[in-house]
């Protein structure tokens, strides 16, 4: 999927929908200490960053619902102007909805952390299930590690290591059953998979793409399908000006 595609099953999806994706997700976003595991595999991921560094801009498309923003991250201004609104629907964003953009940006960038993945892996039930002497690809189980998460236990994820720079290339998270993670909700099928170029000199691992789809109902009747895609580009090291 390109960054102007619209996914096909989320044309005519409720808002609420990826809202309901990304709040099965998010508590797998954050957590504690790593776990020893396979010695290749915790290296690799104790030098992985999940977002982007700092210090580097970059262009962001979001496409979600039928809909697409484009964003600009100019990590060379202070932190709380490095954020513009650049495209809406492929568009020019009118005035208001660069207001709303900067209000939202503004409340988001107080709170939150940044996503910390690899740290809800449960590496002590990793095992290479490929490895082509390039790549070895790891599963492993996901830890609950807040309160109320009940979607960890049914997910498994599938890490893909490329050994001669010792990088994380890609980061699934997949439900191998339908499962229901709350009463009155079933999910079929959820899968998030982030993916990474290679370090390269002075460049490091550089986040390329998040990809994230969920299929399931709510009381049997509404629709949670939902599909939504973030690609990253024009990724620079920033220069103080």
Request: charged share 25%; proline share 8%.
């Amino acid at each position: 999927m390109t960054p102007t595609e619209t996914p096909r099953a989320s044309r005519r999806l409720p808002r609420w929908s990826v809202f309901c994706l990304a709040r099965f997700l998010l508590p797998l976003l954050s957590g504690a200490e790593p776990t020893a595991g396979p010695p290749e595999l915790a290296a690799a991921l104790g030098r992985f960053r999940a977002d982007p560094p700092p210090g580097w801009s970059y262009t962001q498309t979001t496409t979600a619902e039928g809909r697409s923003t484009v964003e600009r991250c100019d990590a060379a201004k202070p932190p709380w102007d490095r954020w513009s609104l650049l495209e809406k629907d492929g568009r020019p964003p009118t005035d208001a909805e660069r207001q709303a953009y900067l209000e939202a940006r503004s409340r988001r960038s107080r709170g939150g952390t940044a996503p910390k993945i690899a740290e809800q892996l449960d590496l002590t039930s990793a095992e290479c299930v490929a490895d082509d002497g390039v790549r070895a690809t790891y599963q492993c189980r996901l830890k609950s590690l807040e309160r109320g998460d009940r979607t960890a236990a049914f997910l498994r994820a599938t890490v893909v290591v490329h050994r001669a720079t010792g990088s994380i290339e890609s980061i699934e998270l997949n439900a191998p059953a339908p499962f229901s993670p709350t009463l009155g909700v079933k999910i079929t099928a959820l899968r998030t998979r982030l993916t990474y170029s290679l370090p390269a000199g002075d460049t490091p691992s550089l986040l390329q793409r998040v990809e994230t789809s969920m299929r399931g109902t709510a009381f049997w009747v509404k629709s949670l399908d939902a599909e939504m895609s973030v690609v990253f580009a024009q990724q620079a090291r920033a220069t103080k000006r």
